[in-house]
Nanobody, 123 residues
């Protein structure tokens, strides 16, 4: 069973940056890793993902050009660098992992989830 632990959330101002971290409990490279978020009163949505075999990354349109996702295999950690934060980026950010990438990033396609970390962006 893979366990994921997020960290790095907090309260920031518009335009600030944050880096979220997701530590995996086991050293496995065969996981497609992603970040999802859920804003208050809204459904969970995909934010960014990185595929284990190619390292290719995908982003939601709302964060393209502002967020990057990366991984450090030596540290067994995935990161989400968030720049130029906006109030609409506020929410709980979840790290997720899947053993099989089926062509798109969906919540139902993820096998493991962290408990989330809260990001609040104030204007």
């Amino acid at each position: 069973q893979v366990q994921l632990v997020e960290s790095g959330g907090g309260s920031v101002q518009v335009g600030d940056s944050l880096r979220l971290s997701c530590a995996k409990s086991e050293r496995t490279f065969f996981l497609n890793m992603a970040w999802f978020r859920q804003a208050p009163g809204k459904d969970r949505e995909f934010v960014a993902g990185i595929r284990w075999n190619t390292g290719n990354t995908d982003f939601a349109d709302s964060v393209k050009g502002r967020f990057t996702i990366s991984r450090d295999n030596a540290k067994n950690t995935v990161y989400l660098q968030m720049n130029q934060l906006k109030p609409e980026d506020t929410g709980v950010y979840y790290c997720a992992a899947s053993r099989n990438f089926v062509g798109q990033w969906t919540g139902s396609g993820m096998d493991y989830w962290g408990k989330g970390t809260l990001v609040t962006v104030s204007s």
